[in-house]
């Protein structure tokens, strides 16, 4: 067993072993969840991590289109 720590799918802040949540999807990918709370954000309700303040991912000026 690797006592590696894995990232977050949403917000990237880092998952220790043996906590969190791996969900496998039915194509292969899998996804790592350090709380239900993010876990709930990027599956149920749809939300980009990148427009909120608490993750990691987050882009200070906002995200801008292209085109």
Do not use: E, Q
Request: aromatic letters at 10%.
């Amino acid at each position: 067993m690797s006592t590696t720590t894995k990232n977050c799918s949403y917000c990237d802040r880092s998952v220790k072993f043996g906590t969190g949540t791996m969900l496998v999807k039915n194509d292969g990918s899998i996804l790592y969840f350090c709380s239900n709370k993010c876990r709930k954000n990027m599956l149920k309700l749809r939300r980009d991590p990148r427009k909120f303040k608490w993750t990691k991912r987050y882009v200070k000026g906002g995200i801008k289109a292209h085109g």
